[in-house]
T-cell receptor, first 115, second 114 residues
Framework: GAVVSQHPSWVICKSGTSVKIECRSL??????MFWYRQFPKQSLMLMAT?????????EQGVEKDKFLINHASLTLSTLTVTSAHPEDSSFYIC???????????FGPGTRLTVT | AQSVAQPEDQVNVAEGNPLTVKCTYS??????LFWYVQYPNRGLQFLLK????DNLVKGSYGFEAEFNKSQTSFHLKKPSALVSDSALYFC????????????WGAGTKLIIKP
């Protein structure tokens, strides 16, 4: 099946710094990718839809200047958490629909801890 | 508005017994329904989906789910639970007329006791 990778799998950073998370579709092209945030023992919260070659679409309440998304190619989308604060600590997951319009393939997630 | 409900935060089942994880949904058009499983600190793994056709859908790891249109439900089932089935299970729905965006349930923690 289709594979989506994320890098890094975990990262610890200091308050005020920026962190970039990569999401790659390894064996298929993804014009659309989704970025989710998941708090402990909670469901996934869709943050934004990343579109190759155009601006991302952010969900209501998500600060686009804080969570910068760049979909640079058909296999790579990046999420940059700018000026990170402890409340940004979370599990970030990306996904991409494959050739079938019915399924999304998920990356393994990135655990971000801001100290 | 589209929504998914998983009424149980946690389900406890003894190993070898049948298990059911409940899911009900609300969409405006034809529903596309999905179950995903998440193991600790890992991403989601696809279990099964219902798009059209037979109401009983078989998926990975021996799981199956039954689509019930009249009850707007899509409960996940397995005839005989394994300890390794212990994980967090999410039900999701997509409106057939929308883009790929999924609406997620809150998740149900499944605990299988030996």
């Amino acid at each position: 099946g289709a594979v989506v990778s994320q890098h890094p799998s975990w990262v610890i950073c200091k308050s005020g710094t920026s962190v970039k998370i990569e999401c790659r579709s390894l064996d298929f092209q993804a014009t659309t990718m989704f970025w989710y945030r998941q708090f402990p023992k909670q469901s996934l919260m869709l943050m934004a839809t990343s579109n190759e070659g155009s601006k991302a679409t952010y969900e209501q309440g998500v600060e686009k200047d804080k969570f910068l998304i760049n979909h640079a190619s058909l296999t790579l989308s990046t999420l940059t958490v700018t000026s990170a604060h402890p409340e940004d600590s979370s599990f970030y997951i990306c996904s991409a629909p494959s050739g079938s319009p019915y399924e999304q393939y998920f990356g393994p997630g990135t655990r971000l801890t801001v100290t | 508005a589209q929504s998914v409900a998983q009424p149980e935060d946690q389900v406890n089942v003894a190993e070898g017994n049948p298990l059911t994880v409940k899911c009900t949904y609300s969409v405006s058009g034809n529903p596309y329904l999905f179950w995903y499983v998440q193991y600790p600190n890992r991403g989601l793994q696809f279990l099964l989906k219902y798009i059209t056709g037979d109401n009983l859908v078989k998926g990975s790891y021996g799981f199956e789910a039954e689509f019930n249109k009249s009850q707007t439900s899509f409960h996940l089932k397995k005839p005989s639970a394994l300890v390794s089935d212990s994980a967090l299970y999410f039900c999701a729905v997509r409106d057939g007329g929308s883009n790929y965006q999924l609406i997620w349930g809150a998740g149900t923690k499944l605990i299988i006791k030996p």
